[in-house]
Nanobody
Framework: VQLQASGGGLVQAGGSLSLHCAASGGTFSGYSMGWFRQAPGKEREFVAATRWNGGHTYYDDSVKGRFTITRDKAKKTVYLQMNSLKPEDTAIYSC???????????????????WGQGTQVTVSS
């Protein structure tokens, strides 16, 4: 399984960015796909996740209502649409895949066996 994240950049507060995560090397049936972020000096934290089958979505409270995670099964791509960005959203964002996650563990980075490289998101005030 390989994951390739893209779409980061510099944006002003209140702006929007869309991150993409291209997946390959697997069927991903039954997988959960997640986005995590890590700011300098902080631990990696959960942002959002979606089920490959069914498309159910889960969000951290800090991004609920502003970020939207979707997946395109045909393109094997997971998206993270980020609106109303805040300076505190500044971080390196990474996508990850988990073949065995249950809902209660979707927020745990250690549950994810596959990771893409990160993409930098910087929100200026």
């Amino acid at each position: 399984v390989q994951l390739q994240a893209s779409g980061g950049g510099l944006v002003q507060a209140g702006g929007s960015l869309s991150l993409h995560c291209a997946a390959s090397g697997g069927t991903f049936s039954g997988y959960s796909m997640g986005w995590f972020r890590q700011a300098p000096g902080k631990e990696r934290e959960f942002v959002a996740a979606t089920r490959w089958n069914g498309g159910h979505t889960y969000y951290d409270d800090s991004v609920k209502g502003r970020f939207t995670i979707t997946r395109d099964k045909a393109k094997k791509t997971v998206y993270l649409q980020m609106n109303s960005l805040k300076p505190e959203d500044t971080a390196i964002y990474s996508c990850a895949a988990c073949g065995t996650c249950i809902v209660s563990s979707l927020h745990l980075p250690r549950q994810y066996g596959y990771w893409g490289q990160g993409t930098q998101v910087t929100v200026s005030s």
